[in-house]
């Protein structure tokens, strides 16, 4: 439920569009069945249950309001943690970072800062800064002196002015994936306008390939722990994608290191490595699977291109030894007996024959690795027999984009 007219008011302060309102279940706790626990519980509780993903149901009725794991979190009221870090602009605060996030990319949507240039991205993080600590004591204030804790709901412009919910953006880029996760990009901002494209990147990352924060991700966690405490680096990628969020499962992951929140300098350069991505990979297809020499030189200079609009794609740093390394496990796992019956399991075996073949050739042709611009007829074989996997099993897509496809980068 939005307070009317916030919206307007915050605008016109700080120039933001967010609206500030209040869940049903906080207003009315009374509804929740959820029983909770008192203080010293709830830090022992947080502590014993992090680490256990089969007990994430456990955690959602017994710390209902998040974990607690120091006398700070759990004695000082959360009105006052959110004025605090307001006003001392605490990065590190877990209200203030995610505030200050939200509004960098409201800000970053709007177009009136040239995100390819040091001074103006510099000075987008110092405008987010100050109005992110408004927003924080404003947050903190009303909770305070209001009926319950509330949040606000960023709205940006988008393509011909229409306003958008920062959360209708989310939902709908989560269904273009889900459509087709090799375009959902582009048409991201087709249709919400190359401004948008900031929220292609999502808020935290993760060393562990594959890990999703739904709630079918969090039983396919539960019910392969043996895979997870083997292949810690790969299992995620056997994993469903999933549609429902799951809190339990993403805040456990947060606690537990699995999960880490990203910095808005970060935050920029993920989006601008996805946009990336996708035009240049959107121009590479254009010529077909056998690329000639012009072909490649047109390519290389259209990289620069999107480079020089878009930096952060060119921060890309790929660990090779640990690509090489996890591809081999991807391989290893998918041939266990847990994973029988697995739709991705099925599609990596598949693939491992023909990329074994593929490199078979390039030993033959002098080579090493994948890993060399002369195997371009390579690269587009396996391209296509990706493409073609992915069609049959849509969860693959995000194996090959995410790791086996870097072992040619």
């Known amino acids: 439920m939005s307070i009317p007219l916030t919206g307007y008011l915050t ?33 022992t509780t947080s502590a014993i249950l992090k680490n256990v993903p089969e007990q994430d149901f456990v955690r959602k009725i017994l710390l209902p309001y998040g974990e607690r794991t120091n006398f700070g979190d759990t004695f000082v009221p959360t009105w006052v943690t959110k004025v605090y870090e307001g006003l001392t602009g605490n990065t590190d605060g877990r209200f203030f970072a995610n505030t200050y996030a939200e509004t960098m990319q409201a800000l970053a949507a709007t177009g009136k800062y040239d995100l390819s240039n040091v001074n103006d991205k510099a000075r987008l993080e110092d405008d987010a800064k100050d109005k992110a600590r408004f927003f924080a004591v404003l947050r903190g204030i009303v909770q305070f002196t209001g009926p319950a804790a509330g949040d606000f709901d960023f709205s940006v412009a988008v393509k011909d002015g229409m306003d958008v919910h920062t959360a209708g953006l989310a939902t709908a880029l989560q269904a273009l994936r889900e459509n087709n996760p090799d375009t959902s990009a582009l048409r991201f901002v087709e249709i919400f306008g190359e401004n948008a494209f900031i929220y292609l990147s999502n808020k935290t990352t993760t060393d562990m390939g594959g890990l ?3 709630k079918e991700f969090g039983n396919f966690e539960r019910n392969n722990s043996s895979l997870f405490r083997k292949y810690k680096d790969i299992a995620g990628f056997f994993g469903p994608s999933g549609t429902d969020f799951d809190f339990e499962v993403y805040t456990r992951q947060l606690a537990t290191g699995a999960r880490t929140r990203l910095t808005p300098e970060e935050i920029i350069d993920a989006s601008q490595k996805a946009i990336g991505m996708a035009f240049y990979r959107d121009m590479k297809s254009e010529f077909g699977p056998k690329l000639n020499q012009s072909q490649r030189d047109y390519l290389a200079n259209y990289k620069k291109a999107i480079i020089a609009k878009y930096p952060g794609f060119g921060k890309m740093n790929l660990d090779p030894n640990k690509t090489s390394r996890d591809i081999n496990s991807l391989f290893e796992a998918a041939k266990t007996d847990g994973l029988q019956g697995n739709g991705v399991a099925q599609a ?3 693939y491992e024959q023909i990329r074994n073949q593929a490199l078979a050739e390039a030993n033959r042709r002098g ?15 396996l391209y296509s027999y990706a493409e073609t996997l992915t069609e049959q099993t849509p969860d693959f897509g995000k194996v090959y984009d995410r790791l086996l496809s870097q072992e040619m980068e």
């Open 11 to 43: 605008k016109m302060v700080t120039g933001v569009n967010a609206d500030f309102g209040f869940s049903v279940k906080g207003i009315a706790p009374g509804f929740d069945y959820r029983p909770g626990l008192g203080p010293v519980m709830t830090m």
């Open 212 to 214: 999703g924060a739904s």
């Open 348 to 350: 990596v075996n598949y």
């Open 367 to 381: 080579y090493d690795s994948l890993a060399h611009d002369a195997l371009s007829d390579l690269h587009e074989y």
